[in-house]
Structures are given as C-alpha cells and as structure tokens.
C-alpha cells in the first residue's frame, strides 16, 4: 500500500492538504481538498484512494495488519491537525468514515458516522462536552449503524428499528431529537444487547478494529446491490471504485445551538437562484439525508442561527465561483460555529440545467462555450414544465413539500416489484411510501411520480428523484401506508394499489383520479440557450 494512495486534508490548518486527482480521492474528498485550499471551514481528514477499493474489489485482502498499520500512521497525523487522541478516554478523536466515488452517487455508498465511541471514549466525550446528551445519542448511532452498515443487519426489518419506535411511544413524543439522555442511554443500552443477539458478536470496544472494519464496509458498499442498480442506469460501469475518507466528527446534535443540513445554491427544479436548503436542529447529517426525518425547510436556520443564515449567500456565491456551477453541499453547525462537510454538482431537472447554464454564463460566472457544452447535451425541444389544466381539478386530498417541479398522474404502486411491474405494462406509475430510501433506485427509476409520509427536499432519494426528472412530493403529513394491506389513506380518502392519483409538484398538492396537464415551456429561457449555442458556434 503506497503513502502516494493516501491523502491529508487539514482544515483550517497551516499544513497544506495533498491533493490528487478527482479518479485518485472521489468526488468528495477531492472537493474537500479545494474547500479547505480557499479557507472554507472544513474538519481534517485522510483519504485512502480509490485504488485500494479497485484493489479490494479484484479479491486482494486487505483485512490485514499492513491496513491497520497503515490506518494508525493516518490517525496519529489526524490526532496532530486536531489536538485530539483516538480511543482516548480524556480528549477522545471520534471520526466519520465517508465514501467517495469518482462520480457523484447520492446515497448510494455507506457512511459510519461516530467511529472510535466506546465505553472509555463516551466518557471521554462527556468530559469534552458536558453533554450526556449528545454521548448516549452518537453512541447509540454507531452501534445501530455498524450493524447495519458493518455486519449487513436490515435495520428495515430488524427489532434494532424497532428500538427507537418503542423509546418514542414509550416517552410520549414524536422525534428522537426530542429525548433526554436518560432515553438515550437505555435505548443505547437496549441496541448492545441487540447487536450481539443480531450479529453474534459483542459491539468491538477496540476503536482502531471499528475504524478498520468501517472502511472495509465502504469499500464492500460498492458492489452493493443499490450501488450497482445506480451505476447500470446511469452508465457508470466503467468507475473505479470509492474513496474512503476518514474525517474528524463536527456534532450537529450538540443541542439547541447545533444542527446539519443540506443545501443548493440554486433551487435544483427550476434553476432559480433562490434558497433551497433543509436543516434539523440537534440532528446529524443522516437525518437530513437518510429520507425518514420530518424537515424545516430552513426555518429554524433562520429563527435560531441568524449569522449562519446571513452568511449562506456569501458562501454559496464563494462555492459556485470556486466551482463554476450550482452546488449541492452538506453542513453541520456545532454549538454555532459552520462546518463544510461536502459539495458537488447540484442533481437538477432539465429545465433547472438549461436555466443554470443561461444564468451563470450571463453572470460570467462560466464562458459561453462552456454554457453552450452544458446546453448541447439537454433536449431543448422537450423542455418544460407539466401543470394542471386550469380548472379541472376537484378539491385536492392533502398537500405536501414539493421537491421538483411538474404534475403527474399514475397508478399507486406501494413497492419497487410493483411499481416495475406496472411500468413495464405501460402504465404511468406513482410510487407510494411511507419514506423513500435510496435502496428504493429501481422503484424511483420506474415511477412517474414518487409521494412519502417522510422526508424532505434534499435527502438522497429525493435528490435521484430530481436528477431523473421525476414528479416528487415528500413530507405529506396526511398520507398513511399500510403496506401489508396493500392500501394507502391520503386525507380521508382510502387508496387500493393500483388507484389512480394525481400529484401536483409546482403546488405541493394530491388529488384524486387522472386531472390532465399540459406543458408550458420557457420559451424567453429557450431563446437565449438558442442564441447561447448560436454564439459559441461562431
């Protein structure tokens, strides 16, 4: 294994970061590197390369003790940059084990978030934070996550999802982020024994054995049946692999003065340049992008963290600069101070890349052979945006966050089999659940439209949804599933599977039956790509 395979990326720190290629770090990391380069607030970190996925992948072991040794010597330059010892009971270094393709796969690849949490370390962290809170809640993190992730548990079906379910109806209250450590630690407690009744195995104590089989879950996540589903509809079969980065953890469920998100410098739909983000106070990042969570919509952004909020147009206008196109970025806030956890290319409808290409190139923020490259691969001719005939809609059922743009109406299918199914028959498909998960790309990949009970804007599915320019609605507070039953309640209205409805985006409403629709286009934005891709052939 070759110190070239290896990368630092030392945020905010004198040490400058070594940066390779995009093919050699992923996506992510290489991103990091170039945040952290123009000052951006970014957590240290290291990045084994993506040749060691390629490597793991063609059968070559690296469960050895060359990758332990070469994991240590990563984490004592780790515990330098941050004044922090991993496994230390006292000043405990708790770190994150991220993936990181070469092409932007949302959701597709695993995370372990919380690594080097122990019986010793969680004191540790007490001690650092006077917060019982914020301990017992990542604790319980890590151990459902590495079962998950790690030992290949279905958390979807498994009495470890139930854990939180039951804590929650016990305690009287509808969010985790509302329990206090007491909870917290019986919960924890609870997951333990689960873990070793679910994988046969005590949790591991030894932080550097949690780091080491973490990475090995993210370079096994590859070939995940998810991951290999995204790839094949995105023709992707030629990448090489991810990169795995192992960066210090930022707390954004430190209280009342933390949170995470996730936000686009431009609304992602329609291009406009707008705020679009979600955020979760007292939350860490899965919660936003992980689909299950209820979300603000940005709200408590603005009531309780006024200057992180003033100072979100200066960094998206730094991050499009430094970019030169709309971003989508991940940020976490501890006790009031910003941190850049991620950035990429925005997933975006085709009407939102046609406005984004003309928009920037007229703030110069890209040339016009370069608006003119990202013009020529859209269907100009097709682009648009589908709504209501006016007045032919009854009374809608219920209403819900709008996370694209467009209406359609489909048969409801209640899972990915289903929905495939009728697809394939020809029919118009509206994939109905309770969240929408990534594991769900097929049923994404098949639907006309996609409605959830949970979820928001930017979570990884919606995220898919978008870029494959599905009519989405998530956060529907009056859709119920019961699944078994194969039927759904939207409003007060009872739905068999293969019910007809109609999913309004640009209005954030649900009705009954087929309303039709037609296409309104742009044609003031068609113009000036037209006269955009006219300019550049001169």
Known sequence: ????????????????????????????????????????????????????????????????????????????????????????????????????????????????????????????????????????????????????????????????????????????????????FLAMRKMTHRLLDLFRESTGDDFPQDPLTQLEQAVLAVFRSWNSSKAAEYRKLNHLESVVGTAVTVQQMVFGNS??????????????????????????????????????????????????????????????????????????????????TLYLLQTRAAKRTPLAAARIAVEMAEEGIIDVAEAARRLAALDLDSIGNDELTPGAADAPLASAIGASAGAVSGRIALGVEQAKIYAAAGDAVVLVRDDIVTDDVAGIFAAAGILTHSGGRTSHAAVIARQMNKVCLVGCAALSVDGPGRTCTIGTQKFYEGDVVTLDANHGLIYAGAIPSRMIRPERLLDKARTLLAQARR
């Open 255 to 336: 209280g009342s003065s933390s949170g995470s998100g996730v936000g686009f410098t431009r609304d992602p739909a329609t291009g406009e340049k707008e705020p679009y983000l979600d955020f979760l106070v007292n939350a860490q990042g899965e919660d936003v992008v992980g689909g299950r969570s209820p979300m603000d919509a940005g709200d408590d952004l603005v009531a309780r963290f006024p200057e992180t909020w003033a100072s979100m147009s200066t960094l998206q206008n730094i991050l499009e600069r430094e970019f030169a196109d709309a971003q989508d970025f991940e940020f976490t806030v501890e006790n009031n």
């Open 1 to 180: 294994m070759s110190l070239n395979e290896i990368f630092f990326i030392a945020g905010g720190k004198d040490r400058p970061a070594r940066q390779g290629t995009v093919e050699e770090m992923g996506f992510k990391a290489y991103n990091l590197g170039r945040m952290a380069a123009i000052g951006l607030n970014v957590p240290s970190a290291f990045v084994l390369g993506t040749a060691y996925c390629s490597r793991y992948a063609a059968g070559k072991d690296l469960a050895d003790r060359e990758l332990r040794t070469l994991l240590q010597a990563q984490i004592d330059l780790l515990q330098t940059a941050t004044g922090r010892v991993f496994g230390d009971a006292r000043n405990p270094l708790l770190v994150s084990v991220r993936s990181g393709a070469p092409v932007s796969m949302p959701g597709m690849l695993e995370t372990v978030l919380n690594v080097g949490l122990n019986e010793q370390t969680l004191h540790g962290l007490l001690r650092q934070t006077g917060n019982p809170r914020l301990a017992w809640d990542s604790y319980r993190r890590l151990v459902q996550m590495f079962a998950e992730v790690v030992h290949g548990v279905d958390v979807g079906v498994d009495a470890l999802a139930a854990v939180l379910d039951e804590t929650l109806k016990v305690e009287g209250i509808d969010s985790a982020r509302e329990l206090d």
